[in-house]
């Protein structure tokens, strides 16, 4: 939702599983299986962003990128009371999420959308394992991106993590406004869906609004 805006997640629209997420040092496991206790590299903010210099895109969407990570590392940073250059990624830092990352800011970098509008996001409940044990949901990096960002959480009915850290940096770093256009009409549509069952619709939902623009009687 932009001046032809691109509406991240709101109200119904639930972060479908992101198979990109957690990155702690309390790895906790993800939307997917929330049990990775497999081995993954890890790798620093630093490692991470000369991944990201190495790869074809465009400046912006490098940036983009970039930024998205600074996003996780600052909120992990902040939960493990570490400075951010100290945060080891393992989920996040996996290549398979650099790519997933990537692959979102080019894909928003090639929309070429000036305004985003994200409403809030629907988290589910209960608690979520890693390493260390079990942490609540929403996990404390979500917490604190979603403090630091002001980005509205809602506590839906669903059982499991809906948002994770890499989905809520992504809304977090696109984020332009809270707020819907008065009016508006529908571009386009696009809709995402995850693997998990939570008992009800498991998607993210993304529109392309013109703003302002007034529908044409029928």
């Given at each position: 939702d932009h001046e032809h805006g691109h509406e991240h997640a709101h109200d119904h629209e639930h972060p479908h599983e992101h198979e990109h997420e957690h990155e702690h040092e309390h790895a906790h496991g993800h939307v997917h299986e929330h049990d990775h206790e497999h081995a993954h590299e890890h790798r620093n903010l630093s490692d991470v962003h000369a991944v990201i210099d190495r790869g074809d895109m465009s400046e912006a969407a490098r940036?983009?990128?970039?930024?998205?990570?600074?996003?996780?590392?600052?909120a992990e940073a902040q939960a493990h009371g570490k400075p951010v250059d100290e945060v080891h990624f393992h989920e996040v830092g996996a290549i398979d999420s650099i790519v997933d990352i990537v692959a979102a800011a080019v894909c928003l970098d090639d929309?070429?959308?000036v305004d985003c509008v994200v409403t809030g996001l629907t988290e589910g409940t209960g608690t979520v394992r890693c390493q260390h044990g079990d942490l609540p949901v929403p996990v404390p990096a979500v917490l604190n991106i979603a403090t630091r960002h002001a980005i509205p959480l809602r506590i839906g009915t669903?059982?499991?993590?809906?948002?994770?850290?890499?989905?809520?940096?992504?809304?977090?770093?696109?984020?332009?406004?809270?707020?819907?256009?008065?009016?508006?009409?529908?571009?386009?549509?696009?809709?995402?869906?995850?693997?998990?069952?939570?008992?009800?619709?498991?998607?993210?939902?993304?529109?392309?609004?013109?703003?302002?623009?007034?529908?044409?009687?029928?």
């Open positions: 940036a983009l990128a970039k930024r998205i990570f600074r996003i996780v590392a600052e929309l070429g959308l669903a059982k499991g993590e809906m948002v994770t850290p890499t989905g809520i940096a992504i809304a977090a770093a696109i984020r332009t406004c809270g707020a819907l256009p008065e009016s508006f009409t529908i571009e386009r549509c696009g809709i995402g869906l995850g693997k998990l069952d939570f008992g009800l619709p498991n998607l993210l939902r993304s529109l392309i609004l013109t703003a302002g623009a007034e529908a044409e009687p029928e």
